[in-house]
């Protein structure tokens, strides 16, 4: 499912998907991130007149979105815990 990159110098650096589901599993965060966005975006058109405040109203979508984006970071992180620290 992964392949190990390797950098200019030659040495092994950050575990990479090279297959569609480790793509999309990379892919699922930022799009629910977008979607929650784009809802919370929504809901702010309908609710204009509801509150002064300068925040858009968080719905049951957004929340369901937000919800989703946090439960698809592990692979996020997990690239990220992979990837070679600078050494100076």
């Keep these: 499912m992964t392949t190990q990159a390797t950098t ?3 040495k092994a650096g950050a575990q990479l998907p090279r297959d569609a ?4 599993g990379l892919a699922a965060s930022p799009v629910f991130a977008l ?3 784009m809802s919370a975006g929504d809901a702010a058109q309908t ?9 858009p109203p968080i719905t049951g979508m957004t929340w369901m ?3 989703m984006s946090l ?3 592990p692979p996020w992180l997990k ?3 992979r990837r070679p620290r600078p050494t100076t």
């Design 8 to 10: 200019a110098n030659g």
């Design 47 to 55: 609710l204009i007149c509801s509150s002064a405040s300068g925040l």
């Design 65 to 67: 979105y937000l919800l």
């Design 71 to 73: 439960f698809h970071l």
């Design 35 to 37: 979607m929650a966005w």
């Design 79 to 81: 690239l990220a815990s």
């Design 21 to 24: 589901a480790g793509w999309l």
